[in-house]
């Protein structure tokens, strides 16, 4: 089964600095990739998502990332983050084979923003 | 447009008891999947409902189990209950695999 590792499991960084969180992934093959954002007592909301193409992708409130096949990796960065920023952030895969294939999650980054 | 709705949103139940948890997908969305998340820990894949029948399931024992109904709607039932079963439960939907889910906001569930 597909998989993905984040590789901190922590990243603190002040206001307005820029901010890189890493994903890997174990499948050769291809891919779909997401990135989700949960804060405190809530579900997941979905940031963004690579389905093919361009490699890199653009999501919400100012994220940004981009899919590098041959490093199976699909980092997540901001140019400069807020404090409101702070949450968990999970990278997760999917195998698009067929139809709505189980999505797998990794065990999360926890941004934390300080002022 | 309502999202996913999940209820109830706390619980509190004890050791050997059963519970049920239930879900409604967004509207259009047909196919329901269900994730156990512990504290400090990423969404676990339990199973995934289509046309009311599970089509896919993670490494959950049987003592988990489901249900979807007509309207798309789905139930997460778990019986004799233990104390690692505390968790939030997370519901999410989607139309398919290239719409990504959506999610609804969890059941805590805390097993005493």
């Known amino acids: 089964a597909q998989s993905v590792t984040q590789l901190d499991s922590q990243v603190p960084v002040f206001e307005e600095a820029p901010v890189e969180l890493r994903c890997n992934y174990s499948s050769s093959v291809s891919v779909y990739l997401f990135w989700y954002v949960q804060y405190p007592n809530q579900g997941l909301q979905l940031l963004l998502k690579?389905?093919?193409?361009?490699?890199l992708v653009k999501g919400i409130n100012g994220f940004e990332a981009e899919f590098n096949k041959s490093q199976t990796s699909f980092h997540l960065r901001k140019p400069s983050v807020h404090i409101s920023d702070t949450a968990e952030y999970f990278c997760a895969v999917t195998d698009p084979s067929y139809n709505n294939n189980d999505m797998r999650f990794g065990a999360g980054t926890r941004l934390t923003v300080k002022p | 447009d309502a999202g996913v709705t999940q209820s109830p949103t706390h619980l509190i139940k004890t050791r050997g008891q059963q519970v049920t948890l239930r879900c409604s997908p967004k509207s259009g969305h047909d196919t329901v999947s269900w994730y156990q998340q512990a504290l400090g820990q990423g969404p676990q894949f339990i199973f995934q409902y289509y046309e009311e029948e599970e089509r896919q399931r993670g490494n959950f024992p049987d003592r988990f189990s489901g249900h979807q109904f007509p309207n798309y709607s789905s139930e997460l039932n778990v019986n004799a209950l233990l104390l690692g079963d505390s968790a939030l439960y997370l519901c999410?939907?989607?139309?398919?695999?290239?719409?990504?889910?959506?999610f609804g906001s969890g059941t805590r569930l805390t097993v005493v």
């Open positions: 690579y389905l093919s193409g361009s490699t």
């Open positions: 999410a939907s989607s139309p398919w695999t290239a719409y990504g889910y959506t």
